[in-house]
Nanobody, 119 residues
Framework: QVLLVESGGGLVQPGGSLRLSCAAS????????MRWYRQAPGKQRELVAAITNGGNTNYADSVKGRFTISRDITKNTVYLQMNSLKPEDTAVYSCNADVKSGANIRNYWGQGTQVTVSS
């Protein structure tokens, strides 16, 4: 069993910054790619950023230059530093990870955390 626990969401003014965290725990052999998704009301879920176990990253075009994904391998934790936030960044942000337990690799989701950008 693997659990992803997110933190750091909240209300922030346009132009402000916020850092999200997602910590994985449980029967973890190794973690491969970790991702942040977001979904705004009435819109489809989209991939915001991803980072591999080797440290390679990719970002949605809408957040390039503003968001940075990183991870702490020793803590099984992924972060999303969000700068220059815009109202259109408002969404539920969800952590996602490919985790190996024993011989199997499974995909897990966190509970989601609300990010609201408003004055």
């Amino acid at each position: 069993q693997v659990l992803l626990v997110e933190s750091g969401g909240g209300l922030v003014q346009p132009g402000g910054s916020l850092r999200l965290s997602c910590a994985a725990s449980g029967s973890i052999r190794s973690i491969y790619t970790m991702r942040w998704y977001r979904q705004a009301p009435g819109k489809q879920r989209e991939l915001v950023a991803a980072i591999t176990n080797g440290g390679n990253t990719n970002y949605a075009d809408s957040v390039k230059g503003r968001f940075t994904i990183s991870r702490d391998i020793t803590k099984n934790t992924v972060y999303l530093q969000m700068n220059s936030l815009k109202p259109e960044d408002t969404a539920v942000y969800s952590c996602n990870a490919d985790v190996k337990s024993g011989a199997n690799i499974r995909n897990y989701w966190g509970q989601g955390t609300q990010v609201t950008v408003s004055s």
